[in-house]
């Protein structure tokens, strides 16, 4: 076996930044070679380094989850410089909030397509590695909002969408050794909600401090905390669990 191919590999959608940074490096950390996926492959060559610094393994792979044809070739060119992925993060995702009556209609296309569609291109294209490996585990962002919120008529249905999709993907792949779960964040401080922030013409530090003082832990979250939980769901030993969803949010959340 070359060492490309002793070394599992995972895909981090998103990886750029934010949560899907935190998780590439993580992910990195506890020893998988990871695919760093985002729209940029100069923006994902940043989470690289930084793997790379630490001695880990890294690829910046430039693409948009929402096409199919970018999709396929990236998860082509990941199997061919780095092995085959048998581990797949769905963190890729966009807001374009807007009340119901203003929403317009590509304000819906494109939160359906970056989260809904991205995720279906994704894991389609890698089950096929994780199903001939006989070991797998698919993990996908959702978030608090699936339970409603406002502004985010396109937003909450993409992520609770992606609750379903979840449930599916772990009837149906679980006889190949494959888990799908997915995480379902509260307030992370990241770009994303920073955007929010700048949105509402509030300073960051006061958008923060205000989510932190209605979370039970009394704080907001930071990408490590996702990350950690993708970790877990990565494991070998988490390969009894699956379909799951896990609200990591301070407090319960759903
Ligand atoms: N930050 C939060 O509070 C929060 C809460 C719940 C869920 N989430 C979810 O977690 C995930 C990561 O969020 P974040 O806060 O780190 O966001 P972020 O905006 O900081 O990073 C998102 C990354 O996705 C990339 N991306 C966007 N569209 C893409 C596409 N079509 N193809 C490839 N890459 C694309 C962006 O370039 C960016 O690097 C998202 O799915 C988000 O919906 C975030």
């Given at each position: 076996m070359s060492e490309a191919n002793s070394t599992r590999v995972a895909i981090v959608t998103g990886?750029?930044?934010?949560i899907g940074a935190a998780t590439a490096q993580r992910l990195a950390a506890d020893g998988f070679a990871v695919?760093?996926?985002?729209?940029?492959e100069a923006s994902a060559q940043g989470t690289v380094d930084a793997i790379k610094a630490a001695g880990g393994q890294g690829l910046a792979v430039g693409a948009d989850v929402s096409d199919a044809e970018q999709v396929q070739t990236a998860v082509d060119r990941i199997a061919a410089e780095?092995?085959?992925?048998v581990v797949l993060v769905n963190n890729a995702g966009v807001l374009r909030d807007n009340m119901l009556f203003k929403m317009s209609d590509s304000d819906w296309d494109i939160v359906m397509n970056v989260h809904l569609r991205g995720a279906f291109l994704m894991s389609r294209a890698a089950q096929k590695h994780m199903i001939e490996q006989k070991w797998g585990r698919i993990v996908n962002l959702s978030s608090t909002s699936a339970l409603g919120n406002r502004g985010q008529a396109n937003y909450s249905t993409a992520k609770a969408g992606l609750q379903g999709f979840t449930k599916t993907l772990a009837i149906e792949l679980g006889k190949f050794g494959v888990t799908a779960n997915a995480i379902a964040p509260g307030f992370i401080q990241t770009e994303m909600t920073k955007a929010t922030a700048d949105r509402m013409g509030i300073p960051f530090d006061d958008f923060i401090k205000g989510a932190g003082a209605s979370i039970p832990v009394a704080r907001v979250g930071q990408p490590e905390d996702i990350a950690h939980l993708v970790s877990f769901f990565c494991s070998?030993?988490?390969?009894?669990?699956?379909g799951q969803v896990v609200y990591a949010a301070g407090g319960p959340k759903a």
């Open positions: 990886g750029a930044r934010g695919a760093v996926l985002d729209l940029d780095l092995g085959a992925p070998e030993g988490a390969g009894f669990i699956s």
